[in-house]
């Protein structure tokens, strides 16, 4: 089993930044990809970024590309998504998820996810 702690969400004006992380617990973490997702009220949860086991390889959803910046330091057994210029359109719960093999596409992190973290951009 793996356990995800999500943290760093909160309230922030347009065009500001947060830093969320994810401390994950139980399992060896660099044998975990790792993803972050988001969901808004009314839509479908939405897979933003991912990270390689290595951290070497990330992936970025088109809307987040230049914006976000998704890390990890396997030393703390954390992965990071530093998050800039945020827009009102970034408002939903953040989840992390790990996945014991590389997925850059989100349809495999099936099994590990965090409680998520509320992160809100006012305009």
């Known amino acids: 089993q793996v356990q995800l702690v999500e943290s760093g969400g909160g309230l922030v004006q347009a065009g500001g930044s947060l830093r969320l992380s994810c401390a994950a617990s139980?399992?060896?973490?660099?044998?975990?990809?790792m993803g972050w997702f988001r969901q808004a009220p009314g839509n479908e949860r939405e897979f933003v970024s991912a990270?390689?086991?290595?951290?070497?390889?990330?992936y970025y959803t088109d809307s987040v590309k230049g914006r976000f910046t998704i890390s990890r330091d396997n030393a703390k057994n954390t992965v990071y998504l530093q998050m800039n210029s945020l827009k009102p359109e970034d408002t939903a719960v953040y989840y992390c998820?790990?996945?014991?093999?590389?997925?850059?596409?989100?349809?495999?992190?099936?099994?590990?996810w965090g409680q998520g973290t509320q992160v809100t951009v006012s305009s």
């Open positions: 998820a790990a996945h014991p093999r590389e997925d850059f596409s989100g349809r495999y992190y099936t099994a590990y």
């Open positions: 139980g399992r060896t973490f660099s044998n975990y990809a």
């Open positions: 990270i390689s086991r290595s951290g070497g390889n990330t």
